[in-house]
């Protein structure tokens, strides 16, 4: 069973930056692809981020590329996902996501959720 617990999110104007953590429980961390994912209101929960165990693949959502950055420490048991240049449609709760071994991008194949952190832009 791996637990996971997100941080970090916020209030913050369009153009600022926020730093999701993720702490996960388990003493295999590194054998978990770990994502992000989102859901705004009235919306379906969606893909933003993912990184493969290892950290050496990481994939984004077409429309936060160049912005948010997937990163993990398999030291400290941690996956951050910091967001830059961030604007009002970034507005959702962020849920960090993991699976034992290979990465995907769709919420079905993740088996382990957080509880969620809100984050809101305001324009």
């Not at 996971?4 to 104007?13: D, I, K, N």
């Not at 930056?17 to 009235?42: D, K, V």
């Not at 960090?96 to 969620?116: E, H, L, M, P």
Request: glycine content about 14%.
């Amino acid at each position: 069973q791996v637990q996971l617990v997100e941080s970090g999110g916020g209030l913050v104007q369009a153009g600022g930056s926020l730093r999701l953590s993720c702490a996960a429980s388990g003493r295999t961390f590194i054998n978990y692809a770990m994502g992000w994912f989102r859901q705004a209101p009235g919306k379906e929960r969606e893909f933003v981020a993912v990184i493969s165990g290892s950290g050496g693949t990481t994939n984004y959502k077409d429309s936060v590329k160049g912005r948010f950055v997937i990163s993990r420490d398999n030291a400290k048991n941690t996956v951050y996902l910091q967001m830059n240049s961030l604007k009002p449609e970034d507005t959702a709760v962020y849920y960090c996501a993991g699976r034992f071994g290979a990465v995907f991008f769709t919420v079905n194949k993740y088996d382990y959720w957080g509880q969620g952190t809100q984050v809101t832009v305001s324009s």
